[in-house]
């Protein structure tokens, strides 16, 4: 049972590029999916989440408008696309899902870095 986040790596100011988050051994389309962010030195932050069923989203502000997340449950995955990317974007990338909105992650993916720099 785990989460596989991918998709981070190296990318200019304005660029762009796509997260994924990918389930094994359970179910994603059971779960809310939230991705988060930890920049160096810094804490971690809510980046974006997306409920199972009615597919809700919600954006931290810092990514609002630039950010969009989805699920395509037939692949048991959630993507984070990431758009006009700038520095303060840099950060490690986690995914989480979680059964019952309010309560705990259930399950963390391992953490993907993404680095925004000319």
């Known amino acids: 049972v785990q989460l596989q986040a991918s998709g981070g790596g190296f990318v200019q100011p304005g660029g762009s590029l796509r997260l994924s988050c990918v389930a094994s051994g359970f179910t994603l389309a059971n779960l809310a999916v939230g991705w988060f962010r930890q920049a160096p030195g810094k804490g971690r932050e809510g980046v974006s989440c997306i409920n199972s069923g009615d597919g809700k989203t919600k954006y931290g502000d810092s990514v609002k408008g630039r950010f969009t997340i989805s699920r395509d449950d037939s692949k048991n995955t959630v993507y984070l696309q990431m758009n006009s990317l700038t520095p303060d974007d840099t950060a490690v990338y986690y995914c989480?899902?979680?059964?019952?909105?309010?309560?705990?992650?259930?399950?963390w993916g391992q953490g993907t870095e993404v680095t925004v720099s000319s």
């Open positions: 989480a899902a979680r059964y019952r909105l309010g309560s705990e992650y259930d399950y």
